[in-house]
């Protein structure tokens, strides 16, 4: 049964230092892996996928490596603002129809 | 372009009573899937419907039902609602032949029993 692990479970930084946020996966055949952004009551949003094939995936200031053989993903938020206090989930596709399963979540805050 | 969308955004309902949550998928996708929330929890998958089918399904009793219409839209029904449904229900969307796999989720429907 596949597992994911997000560690820690919150974190605190001050603005302009760097986020270092982890997932951890039991299982290594997944399909691809999802990085989500959720703010507080509200719904999830997409911010990186990385196909099974590929080792990292970049948009704007946040990057996000994949090493499937280990069973792990880091998402890297460069330049870290207080908008971008919100919790972050990793979620592993475990069939070709998209199902997902989900880490709990590391909430982040950035303070000014 | 619109986005997922899902109704209600928030409802109260009693213990043992029926609710009715619905989503409409983003434009152009064909398959939808349903997750539960909890507080403080990811999601957990509780069903996905293809052309008006039922492919797959989480680990949810049969209170759980759902239902998708040839719009593509979808229903998710839960019956004798017990304390613990309490949750976020999220819809989320996809298209079934685009290889990516990438899933667009909904604002979600906070759903409170008491």
């Known amino acids: 049964k596949q597992e994911v692990t997000q560690i820690p479970a919150a974190l605190s930084v001050p603005e302009g230092e760097n986020l270092v946020l982890n997932c951890s996966f039991t299982?290594?055949?997944?399909?691809?892996l999802q990085w989500f952004r959720q703010d507080p009551g509200k719904g999830l949003t997409s911010l990186l996928l990385?196909?099974?094939?590929?080792r990292e995936q970049t948009s704007g200031r946040l990057n996000a490596s994949l090493d499937k053989s280990s069973g792990r993903s880091t998402l890297y938020i460069a330049a870290s603002q207080p908008g971008d206090s919100a919790t972050y989930l990793c979620?592993?596709?475990?069939?070709?129809?998209?199902?997902?399963?989900f880490g709990a979540g590391t909430q982040v805050v950035v303070t000014p | 372009d619109a986005g997922v969308t899902q109704s209600p955004t928030h409802l109260i309902k009693t213990r043992g009573q029926q609710v009715t949550l619905r989503c409409s998928p983003k434009?152009?996708?064909?398959?939808v899937s349903w997750y539960q929330q909890a507080l403080g929890q990811g999601p957990q998958f509780i069903f996905q419907?293809?052309?008006?089918?039922?492919?797959q399904r989480g680990n949810f009793p049969d209170r759980f039902s759902g239902h998708q219409f040839p719009n593509y839209s979808s229903e998710l029904n839960v019956n004798a609602l017990l304390l613990g449904d309490s949750a976020l229900y999220l819809c989320?969307?996809?298209?079934?032949?685009?290889?990516?796999?990438?899933?667009?989720f909904g604002e979600g429907s906070r759903l409170t029993v008491l």
């Open positions: 990385i196909q099974s094939s590929q």
């Open positions: 979620a592993v596709c475990i069939d070709s129809w998209g199902k997902l399963q």
């Open positions: 299982d290594s055949a997944i399909y691809n």
């Open positions: 989320a969307s996809s298209f079934r032949d685009r290889k990516t796999g990438e899933l667009f």
């Open positions: 419907y293809y052309e008006e089918e039922e492919r």
């Open positions: 434009s152009g996708h064909d398959t």
